[in-house]
């Protein structure tokens, strides 16, 4: 049962910390996406990877955040250095887009408590 | 701005009725939209896809409909059972992009 697979699965840090989330899509997928979601602004895009080329991060702050992909089987979102409001739920996702975009598989979710 | 609204945060239904969920959409053109449900501490499941050209899709007890002149999906789950108690999220496609849009969800409870 191919599934996305996320490390940590809880990460409670202090502020000023860095912070390093990995994601390992489901093989064969060569979309793969960053969302973060929040109570107060429900799920927003970060960035997106096609084929492991970044498509588009204008959702992430550029400052703070960064977004990788060493290769098709491992993503990474890095915060340096993290901030309280940084606190959330992120989440990724991976896909096969073929001309059109299909279905997402998401993964549990990296819970990223900022002290 | 784009927006999308999903109504009312929370739904309370009965076992056995029909639960309609509603999504609206302002200025915005989307291509496809989608349907994923949500539960506590889990990420979004894909359940349904349906195209601007199509008016409406079923699977099994879910369908849903495509209004693109009222901007509207809805997203109806027929004799509803307490397991389908989750958040439903729609999302929006735009034609070109490859990124979805997601509301901000609907709460759903079916009541035994």
């Known amino acids: 049962d191919a599934r996305v697979t996320q490390t940590p699965r809880d990460k409670v840090t202090e502020m000023g910390q860095e912070v390093t989330m990995r994601c390992q899509p489901i093989?064969?997928?060569?979309?793969v996406f960053w969302y973060r979601q929040t109570m107060m602004q429900g799920l927003e895009l970060l960035a997106y990877?096609?084929?492991?080329?970044?498509?588009?991060d204008s959702g992430m702050p550029k400052d703070r955040f960064s977004a990788e992909m060493p290769d098709a089987t491992l993503a990474t979102l890095k915060i340096q250095p993290s901030e309280p409001r940084d606190s959330a739920v992120y989440f990724c996702?991976?896909?096969?887009?073929?001309?059109?975009?299909?279905?997402?598989?998401f993964g549990p979710g990296t819970r990223l408590t900022v002290l | 701005s784009q927006k999308i609204e999903q109504n009312s945060e929370a739904l309370n239904i009965q076992e056995g009725k029909t639960a309609t969920l509603t999504c609206n959409y302002t200025n915005y053109s989307p291509a496809y939209l989608q349907w994923y449900r949500q539960d506590p501490g889990r990420g979004p499941v894909f359940l349904l896809l349906i195209r601007e050209n199509e008016k409406e899709k079923r699977k099994e007890r879910l369908k849903v409909t495509f209004d693109t002149t009222l901007k509207q999906s809805l997203f109806h789950i027929t004799a509803s059972q307490p397991a389908d108690s989750a958040t439903y999220l729609c999302?929006?496609?735009?034609?070109?992009?490859?990124?979805?849009?997601f509301g901000s969800g609907t709460q759903l409870t079916v009541l035994p």
């Open positions: 999302a929006l496609q735009g034609g070109s992009a490859r990124q979805l849009t």
């Open positions: 996702a991976s896909g096969l887009v073929v001309r059109t975009i299909n279905e997402q598989f």
């Open positions: 990877f096609r084929n492991r080329a970044p498509l588009d």
């Open positions: 093989l064969g997928h060569n979309t």
